[in-house]
């Protein structure tokens, strides 16, 4: 049931028209992943290998998220990974409040049909989407509660390629996710 509903979900996505974003892209990428994963990473807006493929994270960004994942002892295919916008946006600019506006009933389906335990944002822009004041170098890292969620904002993986400083901040935070779904989460308010 909840497959259907997914795919269903991804059709719509490759079909929508709602703005202008789906005008310069190649095709949509409406995300990834098994339709009962606990953990779900959402990034902000596919980028070029993601056009062209139609996949969320590939690329070397992908690369580095896979390795990530495993330090926190997940494997891709255990997770569910999508983005805050389905369309890539041209020059790989940020998406804009609008779009994402547009774009977040999606989202929001997806989440309501896997019902994940975990939602990790990748980046500044998924992180405010869930913690409205967060500052993600701050606070990447750091466990949240939302909407009767567990929210964990990151780093964004394409960070790390072009600042190499950052890649041990994530591996230490992916690190300690592991160690919540392994050992459990703390209270959080
Ligand atoms: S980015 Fe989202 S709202 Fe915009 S056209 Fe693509 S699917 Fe529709």
Redesign the pocket.
């Known amino acids: 049931m909840t497959i259907a509903l997914i795919e269903s979900i991804a059709r719509e ?1 490759a079909e ?4 202008q ?2 005008e310069s ?1 190649t095709r ?1 990428v409406p995300g990834e992943g098994p339709a009962d994963a606990a953990v779900m990473l959402i990034g902000e807006a596919p980028g070029a290998a993601e056009d062209i493929s139609g996949r969320p994270f590939v690329g070397a960004s992908g690369r580095l998220l896979d390795a990530l994942l495993q330090r926190a002892g997940l494997d891709r295919s255990r997770v569910y990974i999508a983005n805050l ?3 890539r946006p041209p020059d790989n600019r940020d998406p804009t409040r609008a ?1 994402i506006r ?2 977040q009933h ?1 989202l929001t389906r997806q989440i309501n049909a896997i019902n994940p335990r975990v939602i990790v944002p990748l980046g500044r822009h998924a992180a405010k989407y869930w913690i409205p004041n967060v500052q993600i170098v701050r606070h990447h890292g750091q466990l949240y509660h939302v909407d009767d969620r567990l929210v964990v904002p990151m780093l964004h993986p394409a960070a790390a390629l072009y600042q190499r400083s950052t890649l041990p901040l994530m591996e230490v935070d992916f690190e300690r996710l592991g160690g919540y779904l392994r050992d459990g989460f703390p209270t959080v308010s």
């Open positions: 996505i929508c028209r709602a703005c974003l789906c892209a949509a916008v389905k369309h779009e547009s774009c999606f």
